[in-house]
């Protein structure tokens, strides 16, 4: 089945840009979707399509696809961001269509 | 406002079947989306279980599609889980969603239900 991996954390002061990678083969060919985490909250999606954001998602969230790299840019951490992220695409044609990636936690420092 | 709520006992006893269900508001679950289960074991990342559609497609992670049906009840507006046989390992968070129908992104997400597997 699709493997999609993320950095298992990623650490960065406030006011500072934030970049979260999901590497999967040949991504770039794929929409790829970020979903945010609060602590004992159900996961929001923040950005969708490699780089569309849903209504009520701040402008400083953004994203991007490309190869083998899909990216979650975080611009002018707030403490609010603290989280942790998922990147998420459907494998179209396999048996194994919906894959998570395996997670990245932001702290603010 | 679509919303979607979970609801099943908490505690599954080892070797019995979980049933979930999740009842969506504000949103016909008829009108072109699919809608999905999603699970996560304590401490750990998102697991997609199975999705389907109004119509009855389905699609199942086939690591657990020996043991997982998925169901929808239109008459109701919900949809629902079944996981036979299971284990300590199905602890988790089980979570619906809303799946959009183009490129499968979970835009409406339940609250979440924790479902504990023991004696």
């Known amino acids: 089945s699709y493997v999609l991996t993320q950095p298992p954390s990623v650490s960065v002061a406030p006011g500072q840009a934030a970049r979260i990678t999901c590497g999967g083969y040949?991504?770039?060919?794929?929409?790829v979707h970020w979903y945010q985490q609060q602590p004992g909250q159900a996961p929001v999606l923040v950005v969708y399509d490699d780089s569309d954001r849903p209504s009520g998602i701040p402008e400083r969230f953004s994203g991007s696809n490309s190869v083998n790299t899909a990216t979650l840019t975080i611009s002018r951490v707030e403490a609010g961001d603290e989280a942790d992220y998922y990147c998420?695409?459907?494998?179209?044609?396999?048996?194994?269509?919906?894959?998570f990636g395996t997670g990245t936690k932001v702290t603010v420092l | 406002q679509v919303q979607l709520q979970e609801s099943g006992p908490g505690l599954v006893k080892p070797s019995e079947t979980l049933s979930l269900t999740c009842a969506v508001s504000g949103y016909s679950i008829t009108s072109g989306y699919y809608w999905g289960w999603i699970r996560q074991p304590p401490g750990k990342g998102l697991e997609w279980i199975a999705s389907?559609?109004?119509?009855?497609?389905?699609y199942y992670n086939p690591s657990l599609k020996s043991r997982v049906t998925i169901s929808v009840d239109t008459s109701k507006n919900q949809f629902s889980l079944k996981l036979s046989s299971v284990t300590a390992a199905d602890t988790a968070v089980y979570s619906c969603?809303?799946?959009?129908?183009?490129?499968?992104?979970?835009?409406?997400w339940g609250q979440g239900t924790l479902v504990t597997v023991s004696s």
């Open positions: 969603a809303r799946t959009h129908a183009g490129t499968y992104y979970f835009d409406y």
């Open positions: 040949d991504i770039g060919s794929k929409s």
């Open positions: 389907i559609y109004h119509s009855g497609t389905t």
């Open positions: 998420q695409v459907w494998d179209v044609g396999s048996d194994h269509p919906g894959v």
